[in-house]
C-alpha cells in the first residue's frame, strides 16, 4: 500500500487543510486522465456511538458521528481553494470529496485493526499462492512487521507483505 510520489506530495499538501474542517483524511487517489485527472479525497470522522442528535449550523440534524454532505462541501471549499494557490497538478482536474463508504479502500497497514474478522478484497502486486485478486477474512494485522493474515477458502490463511497490496478494500456485508 505504498502511495505513488505524486500521490504522496497530493496527501501531504491537502491533509492540513481536510484537518481544518474537523475531519480525518482517510486518503486520496490520483487518476491522470489524459487532459482531465481526478483527485479523489476520503474524509472520515471517528464514531461517537452513544451520541445524541444535535442540530448543525444549517439546520441540518447530526447524529454525531459519519460524514455528512456539508463536511464535504467544507473540504471540497477549504481544499479547492488550497489547491488554487499551490497549483501542484498540471492541467484540469475533478475534485471529488466523499466518505470512504461500506466498502471502504485501505490506504494505510495502520487502518485494518479496526476491521478483523471482516472479508476484504485484495489486489497484489505479485502473486500469492498463484493467485493476485482474491476475497478473505481479515484475521491478523502485524504493524511491527507489516504484514496482514487472511483466510481464504478451506481455512486455508496466508500471510502478505504489505508491500505487496496494490489494492485492498472492505465487502460490505448485511
Known amino acids: 500500500m505504498k502511495l505513488s510520489n505524486k500521490t504522496q506530495a497530493l496527501q501531504d499538501l491537502i491533509a492540513p487543510a481536510v484537518q481544518a474542517c474537523n475531519v480525518d ?3 486520496i487517489e490520483f487518476i491522470p486522465q489524459g487532459k482531465r485527472s481526478l483527485l479523489r479525497i476520503y474524509i472520515d470522522k471517528a ?10 449550523e444549517e439546520g441540518e440534524l447530526e447524529q454525531g458521528r ?12 477549504q481544499v479547492g481553494a488550497m489547491l488554487d494557490v499551490h497549483d501542484p497538478i498540471s492541467g484540469e482536474y475533478s475534485l471529488e470529496v466523499s466518505s470512504p463508504g461500506w466498502d471502504r479502500p485501505f490506504f494505510q497497514l495502520e487502518q485494518m485493526p479496526a476491521y478483523i474478522g471482516q472479508q476484504v478484497a485484495l489486489r497484489l502486486i505479485s502473486a500469492v499462492d498463484n493467485r493476485r ?12 512487521n507489516e504484514i496482514i493474515q487472511v483466510e481464504v477458502e478451506k481455512q486455508q490463511v496466508l500471510e502478505i507483505d504489505s508491500h505487496n497490496i ?3 478494500n472492505l465487502i460490505y456485508q448485511d
Open 166 to 168: 496494490d489494492k485492498a
Open 66 to 77: 459519519g460524514i455528512g454532505v456539508q463536511d464535504c462541501v467544507r473540504v471540497t471549499q
Open 25 to 27: 483524511l482517510w486518503g
Open 47 to 56: 464514531g461517537e456511538t452513544d451520541a445524541q442528535p444535535v442540530m448543525n
Open 133 to 144: 485478486k482474491f476475497q478473505a477474512k481479515l484475521i491478523a494485522v502485524d504493524l511491527e
